[in-house]
Nanobody
């Protein structure tokens, strides 16, 4: 079992930055690919970014490339998402997820992950 708890969300002006964290319980954190997903009001959940178990491979949806950076610290059982140059359209609840498939596979769907956190709200004002 892996339990995931997100933090770091909040209200920020357009152009600002936030860093999300996802703390994972359990000793097997390093065995899972990890990802960030988001769901805006009235919209479907969508993939944002994913990282392989070693941190050596990362994947991003096109809309965040060059602005967001996903990283992980396996010694601290923590996943991060550094978000820069935020836009109002980045407003959403952000979820972290852990999955036994590859990070590339996590990018193919926004559902069906092994474990989900409860999410943290990011609001970007214009």
């Amino acid at each position: 079992q892996v339990q995931l708890v997100e933090s770091g969300g909040g209200l920020v002006q357009a152009g600002g930055s936030l860093r999300l964290s996802c703390a994972a319980s359990g000793r097997t954190f390093s065995r899972y690919a990890m990802g960030w997903f988001r769901q805006a009001p009235g919209k479907e959940r969508e993939f944002v970014a994913a990282i392989s178990w070693s941190g050596g491979s990362t994947y991003y949806t096109d809309s965040v490339k060059g602005r967001f950076t996903i990283s992980r610290d396996n010694a601290k059982n923590t996943l991060y998402l550094q978000m820069n140059s935020l836009k109002p359209e980045d407003t959403a609840v952000y979820y972290c997820a852990a999955d036994s498939r590859t990070a590339r596979a996590m990018g193919a769907t926004a559902y069906g992950m092994d474990y989900w956190g409860k999410g943290t709200l990011v609001t970007v004002s214009s």
